[in-house]
């Protein structure tokens, strides 16, 4: 079946610090992956997405690669600012006949001054 | 263009009672989605509704809960009787089509139950 594995946290780290979290994947065939971001007392959003082997999904200063061979989409971004606290999670999709997204248990990034 | 509108944003019951959450997708979305996030956890697919029919309800514990699309528009997901693991988040999502060209899943707010 599908899974996805997030590495734990909750991440703290200083302002204009690099980001990143890892991602890995187990999936049959090609799926989609993609990142959404989950601020306080909101929803889900999408963050960015990659819909085939060596895509690189980006936005709002954050990047992924979809990696085939090691089954990795990790999240960075280059200079994390305090608005960018919330919870981040990978997911990917296996489109089929219920195109359902596999999410992984989420990791709390708190961005301090 | 409006988003995935949800209803209620809060709700608290006690067990054994029923409770009923509303989504409203965006217009045009023929897919719906319910999922329920445990605190702590990523979002878990409940049921997949293509138009007004169910394409996944595999995970849905239906013996308690229950949901609809009859006219292929808004839908409700129901509990009844609630259990105190059902305290969780329900998430509704929508997306264009799942034979189109975008799978692209767009999310409510979502419903904060606690149940007593």
């Known amino acids: 079946g599908n899974s996805v594995t997030q590495m734990e946290g909750p991440v703290t780290l200083s302002e204009e610090a690099f980001l990143t979290i890892n991602c890995t994947y187990t999936?049959?065939?090609?799926?989609?992956l993609f990142w959404y971001v989950q601020y306080p007392g909101e929803g889900l959003q999408l963050l960015l997405k990659a819909t085939k082997a060596d895509d690189k999904g980006s936005n709002k200063g954050f990047e992924a690669t979809y990696r085939k061979e090691t089954t990795s989409f990790h999240l960075e971004k280059g200079s994390v600012q305090v608005s960018d606290s919330a919870v981040y999670f990978c997911a990917l999709l296996n489109t089929g006949t219920a195109s359902k997204l596999t999410f992984g248990t989420g990791t709390r990034l708190q961005v301090t001054l | 263009e409006a988003g995935v509108a949800q209803s209620p944003r809060y709700k608290i019951i006690e067990k054994r009672q029923s409770v009923a959450f509303w989504c409203n997708p965006i217009?045009?979305?023929?897919?719906l989605y319910w999922y329920q996030q445990i605190l702590g956890q990523g979002p878990k697919l409940l049921i997949q509704f293509q138009n007004n029919g169910v394409v996944d309800d595999s995970q849905l514990p239906k013996d308690r809960f229950s949901a609809e699309r009859l006219k292929g528009v808004d839908s409700t997901l129901k509990i009844q009787p609630a259990k105190l693991e059902d305290s969780a988040v329900y998430l509704c999502a929508s997306s264009l089509d799942r034979l189109g060209n975008s799978y692209e899943q767009y999310f409510g707010p979502g419903t904060r139950l606690t149940v007593t």
């Open positions: 999936a049959t065939g090609y799926p989609s």
């Open positions: 217009s045009g979305h023929a897919t």
